[in-house]
């Protein structure tokens, strides 16, 4: 029985220790905190909790719902930060219940290399650990800090602060229009804070497609987030009491935000510092693990998975990994594919994607085409609020092979794995057209918009 040490328990190296003893491994993980990671503790399940409540607030407040009429209706911070937690701490617990039922080892504390393939756990050596077949490390990553004048303010946190603060602030500067920004923009904005974000490149969203991030910012702004792009953030200081005074750098001059918060929302870095990697001659670029096309590092019978080796910093990508070094670890082989890692984001309206966009395929030398889905013809999108919303679906124009999904409106990061299924597959445009989906849902946009690749949509007159 082979055994393998996973060192980390987020949605990584969970996932991955509990493959390993379903495929008959010996497993242990060791984690230093709390089961889950980022994602369960600091990341995706309290942001989304905390926008389920700002959202239904504001569409409550704004008589979003049609024939719902209320007075007086208020958010309760504090028990939305509780049902946040609630949640954690559920989900939480929930892991570690998979792992004791699946007979993973359990070791909690620090854990570092000492030599090659030799782990410590708070500096000392478990025999239980001893002379593992494999190590993989799923050590996450942490909120990327950023240089400026002022950063060590008191007004200035980042993610895992936000989703921390006992009170709502009435202000927020957010600094990063990526996705880490725009959806924390979306928590805040509903929940009736002033938010203003503050983004250097031209345009939000940059790793979304174009057309699909100029809607997304065009929902923000009308949900009064102010949005500055091109716009550096030059310093912080301190303003009233409870207010920082925010300097940006924009359109050649510069401009001065209150805000009474300052998010640094600029994305993250690998958590590698205290794993000692070089003592297990494992080599690193900017802190993130090198790996192979299986994960293993330079270092044989190590591998790297999930946000430490930086390819994909999402939560089921990190599970996939996981499931793909355990599978090469004890076959020789695994399925994973990183061309066709869905992305989501939960702005409202939501944005998933998949695959290439019709200019990154073009650029990769596809002869490729595009067919687009507006949903405003489209019944249930119309149901459940009308709002600006697409469905693209990008496609080789020789071979029919679909190469990318994009979707912006609601529930789509519920649909996307329709197209992630189709793709997986080699599948074609005939796959999603065929498909029969029921109605009336917002699905019913994937099969519209992959006929319109040929022109001949049913719920859309023909495009010109």
Known sequence: MKKILVVGGGPGGYVAAIKAAQMGAQAHIVERREFGGTCLNVGCIPTKALLRSALFYKHVKDGDVAGVKAERVTLDWAEAQAHKQAVVNRLVGGVGGLLKANKVAVHKGEAAFAAPGVVTVDGKA?????????????????????????????????????????????????????????????????????????????????????????????????????????AKLAAVRQGGADEASVEVEAGGGRLTLAAEKVLVGVGRKPDTAAL???????????????????????????????????????????SAQGEAAVEYILTGRHHYDPRIIPSCIYTEPEIATVGLSLGQARAQGFDAVEG?????????????????????????????????????????????????AVMEAEGLVEDLLRTVHPHPTVSEAVGEAARAVFGNAIHWPPRS
Not at 147 to 175: E, H, M, N, Q, Y
Not at 279 to 301: H, L, M, P, S, Y
Not at 393 to 400: I, K, M, P, S
């Open 372 to 420: 687009l889905f507006d949903l405003a013809g489209n019944g249930k999108a119309m149901i459940d609020g009308g709002g600006p919303g697409v469905v693209k679906v990008v496609a080789d124009r020789r071979l029919g092979e679909v190469l990318g999904v994009h979707m912006i409106g609601p529930h789509v990061t519920e649909m996307i794995a329709e197209a992630v």
């Open 126 to 230: 478990p025999p239980q650990l001893a002379n593992p077949d494999a190590v993989i490390v799923a050590s996450g990553s942490v909120p990327a800090p950023l240089a400026f004048p002022g950063a060590d303010l008191p007004a200035v946190i980042d993610s895992t602060g936000a989703l921390a603060l006992a009170k709502l602030p009435r202000s927020v500067c957010i600094v990063g229009g990526g996705v880490i920004g725009v959806e924390f923009a979306s928590v805040f904005a509903s929940a009736g804070a002033r938010v203003a974000i503050v983004e250097l490149l031209p345009e939000i969203l940059p790793s979304v497609d174009a057309g699909i991030a100029r809607m997304a910012r065009v929902a923000l702004e009308r949900a009064g987030v102010r949005v500055l792009t091109g």
């Open 276 to 318: 000692a990697l070089e003592k297990a001659g494992v080599g690193t670029v900017r802190g993130a693990i090198k790996v192979d096309g299986n994960f293993e590092t330079g270092a044989r019978g190590v591998f790297a998975i999930g946000d430490c080796n930086a390819q994909v910093m999402l939560a089921h990508a990190a």
